[in-house]
Nanobody, 130 residues
């Protein structure tokens, strides 16, 4: 069992920055996929960024590449999502999620596919005004 808790959401103007944090506990291992997803009202949950394996390999959706950075501090059991140059379309509820057997998701090119994740946090809301 893995428990995840997000924090750091809020309201910013377009062009601004926010950092989200996800604190995890339970039976986690360094090779787990730790990822951020987001969901806007009326839209499907979208994979945003993932970090996995002992090298800290990262993967981003095209919509956030170059603006968002995911990182992980194993000593603090925390995953971060630094979001810069925020746009109104970045708004939504952001969820932290964890998945086991990340190498399988990677092989299937499904690291950012929500269906592969077993554990989820409650989410934190991000609002970006234009």
């Amino acid at each position: 069992q893995v428990r995840l808790e997000e924090s750091g959401g809020g309201s910013v103007e377009a062009g601004g920055s926010l950092m989200l944090s996800c604190t995890y506990s339970g039976n986690t291992i360094s090779s787990d996929c730790m990822s951020w997803f987001r969901q806007a009202p009326g839209k499907e949950r979208e994979g945003v960024a993932s970090i996995y394996d002992e090298r800290g390999t990262t993967q981003y959706s095209d919509s956030v590449k170059g603006r968002f950075t995911i990182s992980r501090d194993n000593a603090k059991n925390t995953v971060y999502l630094q979001m810069n140059d925020l746009k109104p379309e970045d708004g939504g509820k952001y969820y932290c999620a964890a998945a086991r057997r990340c190498f399988m998701l990677e092989a299937q090119d499904a690291v950012l596919d929500a269906s592969g994740y077993s554990w989820w946090g409650q989410g934190t809301r991000v609002t970006v005004s234009s």
